[in-house]
């Protein structure tokens, strides 16, 4: 598809209204990293910046799948569900950047809009890697966070929107949604490539070996469903803030250790987690595994500027499932 980005003179009446008609854009960057929406630093002339989330159907690079029905985790997009998510972080102190304006009307755009603070452009991810020594106060605030996230519970899992509306009633076990989302993308990267297709049976095999062990549970925390260390902001204070809040869910927290053990890797001990499940953990690792091959596959077979990348990720996930049949 033709894909149509903001430039300046489409903020400029989001500008004078948010900041006053004494003020005027003089820069617009569109970010790198999203996919599913877009993200610009609006610089003002007064030396200020801000961030605008767009939603917007030339933003997202993302073809759709077949999904588990009640899967919590599909189309976690859109300004609702960012709605949502930043006021539940909010509520259990968890740093996430301050919401200036929120605009589902069309007010300024033909796209759902939100402003928020510019928290800068350091991520955890960075700071990990070039000044692990300054990583430590921030990994260790950001494993307080995590607690309170996990510990905060509820006796239904699904999008905080559903919970919140009373319409999230699972009828089945969060491990065999799980299980489910697992097979599907195994069948949808087998679609993709020969490797996984010749060992697809044994791989549907492993994911039921792995559900097999796996305990009832009825309660549920509070977490972010794709953390990692680039989804996290350190301000110049060392302060961690969360961003890509959309798919915030109540699941089970195994969930959001096993991405966050993935993405984390050495450093994941600092955040001192939580008590865990280990064979809904075991399970939940390979499952995102899966979908960590199907995912970039896809992707790739778009207009995705980071084509090369997302085929290097599937990749070696690949190689990780074929190691352990």
Same mark, same amino acid.
């Given at each position: ?28 960057? #569109? ?16 030396? =200020? ?17 077949? =999904? ?17 998510? +930043?006021?539940?972080?909010? /509520? ?29 452009? %350091? ?24 607690? #309170? ?20 009633? @699972? ?7 799980? %299980? ?25 095999? +492993? %994911? ?48 959001? +250790? ?13 955040? #001192? ?22 995912? @970039?596959? #896809?992707?790739?077979? =778009? ?10 990720? /599937?990749?070696?996930?690949? /190689?990780? %499932?074929?190691?352990?049949?």
């Amino acid at each position: 598809m033709n894909r149509t980005f903001l430039q300046p003179d489409d903020l400029h009446d989001l500008v004078a209204d948010q900041f006053g008609t004494d003020r005027r854009l003089v820069a617009l960057d #569109r970010l790198t990293g999203g996919t599913k929406k877009g993200v610009y630093r609006l610089r003002l002339d007064d030396q =200020t910046t801000t961030i605008a989330y767009v939603w917007a159907p030339g933003e997202n690079y993302w073809p759709p799948s077949p =999904t588990a029905p009640d899967d919590p985790f599909t189309d976690a997009s859109g300004a609702e569900l960012f709605a949502a998510g +930043h006021a539940a972080l909010t /509520a259990a102190d968890v740093r996430v950047p301050r919401l200036l304006m929120l605009d589902r009307d069309g007010r300024h755009l033909d796209a759902d809009i939100a402003l928020t603070e510019d928290a800068g452009a %350091v991520t955890l991810e960075r700071l990990m890697e070039q000044d692990p020594a300054a990583a430590a106060a921030p990994l260790a605030a950001l494993g307080d966070a995590l607690r #309170r996230m996990h510990t905060d519970n509820g006796t239904r899992y699904g999008k905080l929107v559903a919970v919140g509306n009373g319409e999230a009633s @699972p009828q089945r076990r969060a491990e065999d949604v799980i %299980v489910d989302r697992a097979l599907t993308h195994l069948h949808e990267a087998a679609g993709r490539d020969e490797r996984i297709a010749y060992a697809h049976d044994r791989i549907a095999a +492993h %994911v039921r070996h792995l559900r097999g062990p796996i305990p009832a549970r009825e309660t549920y925390g509070l977490v972010h469903g794709e953390l990692g260390p680039d989804h996290v902001l350190v301000t110049p204070d060392g302060e961690p803030v969360l961003i890509d809040i959309e798919g915030l869910t109540y699941f089970d927290v195994e969930w959001e +250790h096993a991405f966050l053990h993935l993405r984390f890797g050495d450093a994941y001990p600092r955040l #001192r987690p939580v008590d865990l499940d280990p064979h809904r953990l075991e399970l939940y690792r390979f499952a995102q595994v899966l979908s960590l091959i199907e995912g @970039p596959l #896809r992707i790739a077979g =778009t207009d995705f500027p980071g084509r090369q990348w997302m085929l290097d990720l /599937a990749e070696w996930n690949i /190689a990780k %499932v074929l190691a352990v049949l």
